[in-house]
């Protein structure tokens, strides 16, 4: 039986796994120290879980437990990896690169960076949305201290060349920072072997609970320091303060080990169901994949329907939770930023949907988004004057609208 809305937004936010939650439920009542209480029982208990849950969760992306910090979200950890590392190496250098489809908190870190006195360059990624390394290369100077890319894009899903990026920055003795949100646990992501210094992720993109992410900060090889964003009892090595948030914690640490054992297997299912949708929607005139269709996690798709105005769009698909844009910045009716970077125009951009199909997405769930959605295209481009005109041959370019 289908249930409505059927949720096709599972990079905005997953549902958390029951065995998350059975795995957390006992840190609200029974086990409720806090891990800092050195003198009893219930902290004891508290830390030892925690410890256990910061190993599960460096388990998963190769790292070693005393590299994992936690913080409520990858929010804050992109905001304490860019921010950190521009106090900690502000002596040796004030120049940081990204790219211009980052998440807004990559962007914004960079933003006040810049305000700080920082000085940031921002890449341009190609059509499919790969940045060019020849251009990244080209943006290094010898006042660079930070590479921040993501590591698969929240909208279009395009998985950047991490190694390639990685090499470059080693190699000219620069930091590198990936918001590797969407990918730790859909795709295997590995510290070591793809050369990251620092990364971020959260545990809610992963069937976890919201309000818990970590940073990794890498201890050999080199040895990276940031300066902590929020000071207090010096929780976190020194890195963050503030209570641990225990049952969310133990949830992160689950979820990241269900990922580990599901996440090969999950992925094959998924990235089936995403080609049959896609193939299914492609055959609605006028569609159109956004983003590089080899390089990009196994979950996501992001289409594009050309003269379907976007928020009937929304409203035609109500059935179906899927997002148009990023969820993230849904407040607004801008077009998306990440699609306008690829070259998209507005209009282009506002008739997309993201799908995010998750753990939890059934083959009946889709066949019913494929029919909803070629359902609402056909009936918006019905009464859409540009559609008929375009079916009539005319060149929409060519036409001179009258004001009025």
């Given at each position: ?199 971020s992720f959260t545990a809610h993109k992963m069937y976890g609970p919201k309000g818990v992410g970590a940073l990794y900060v890498r201890r050999k090889n080199p040895r990276v320091k940031v300066t902590s964003q929020m000071d207090g009892g010096g929780h976190e090595r020194g890195m963050r303060s503030g209570t641990l948030n225990v049952p969310g914690i133990v949830g992160f640490g689950k979820a990241c080990e269900l990922s580990q ?144």
């Open positions: 039986m289908l249930s409505f809305p059927i949720y096709l937004d599972n990079n905005s936010t997953t549902p958390m796994d029951p065995r998350v939650l059975e795995a957390m439920l006992p840190f609200f009542n029974e086990k409720f120290g806090n891990a800092a209480s050195r003198n009893h029982s219930f902290g004891w208990s508290a830390e030892e879980a925690v410890d256990y849950a910061r190993e599960q969760v460096a388990r998963l992306v190769g790292a070693t437990s005393k590299e994992i910090i936690f913080t409520s979200g990858a929010t804050e950890a992109n905001n304490l990896a860019i921010k950190g590392v521009y106090e900690m190496y502000g002596s040796q250098g004030n120049h940081m690169i990204t790219v211009t489809t980052e998440h807004k908190a990559t962007l914004d870190a960079c933003k006040k960076v810049e305000k700080m006195g920082g000085d940031v360059t921002y890449l341009s990624p190609n059509e499919d949305g790969l940045i060019n390394l020849a251009d990244l290369e080209a943006a290094i100077t010898d006042k660079t201290i930070l590479i921040t890319v993501m590591y698969g894009n929240n909208e279009i899903g395009v998985v950047q060349d991490l190694k390639g990026i990685s090499a470059i920055a080693k190699k000219n003795g620069i930091l590198f920072h990936t918001d590797a949100t969407q990918a730790v646990g859909k795709i295997p992501v590995d510290v070591l072997a793809d050369g990251i210094d620092l990364m054992n599901e996440m090969a297997e999950e992925a094959v299912r998924l990235s089936a169901m995403r080609d049959r949708l896609e193939k299914e929607l492609l055959t609605i005139e006028e569609a159109y994949v956004n983003g590089n269709a080899e390089h990009r996690l196994p979950h996501v798709a992001n289409i594009s329907f050309k003269f379907v105005e976007g928020e009937g769009l929304m409203m035609g698909t109500k059935d179906i939770a899927v997002s148009s844009g990023s969820a993230c910045t849904s407040a607004s009716l801008e077009p998306s930023y990440v699609l306008k970077s690829l070259g998209l125009d507005d209009e282009l951009a506002h008739s997309s949907l993201r799908f995010g199909l998750g753990r939890f997405t059934t083959d009946e769930e889709v066949d019913f988004a494929i029919d909803h959605v070629k359902t609402a295209v056909h009936n918006l481009r019905e009464m859409s004057p540009l559609w008929e005109m375009f079916k009539e041959g005319i060149d929409l370019k060519t036409i001179e609208w009258a004001e009025h």
